[in-house]
């Protein structure tokens, strides 16, 4: 069982910042999301990863700051639900990583953003 992630849902780094998911089913050449959940688009795997930038991040060294600038998400392919043909939806349960060339990559915190839709 795992919770689907929706748009309304975001990643949280370490330092605090946050990526938000809005709009990710709309980017171009990214699979159309067929299914929501409380009016929010869920998020493909495919489309949460890569780049994308924690705003408000307050990582720190020597050399200055620098936000986790992008996402790295490691998924079991437990669920059966996918969108769009082929992408598997993102669960809450997924590793998420926040990506920071010099902070390095850290487990992110999920927050899912809808509690209504469960999937095996
Ligand atoms: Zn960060």
Known sequence: ?????????????THGGKRKLEGLSGKPGAAKVPLTVSGSPVVPVTAAGG????????????????????????????????????????????????????AGTITATVTAGQSTLTAK
Do not use: W
């Open 51 to 102: 780049l994308g930038q924690y705003e408000n991040c307050g990582f720190s060294d020597n050399a200055g700051t620098l936000a986790c600038s992008s996402t790295s998400i490691t998924t079991t392919g437990a669920t059966k639900l996918t969108v769009g043909g082929s992408s598997h939806v993102l669960l809450a349960s997924d590793t998420v990583q926040s990506v920071n060339t010099r």
């Open 1 to 13: 069982m795992g919770t689907p992630v929706v748009e309304a849902g975001s990643f949280a780094c």
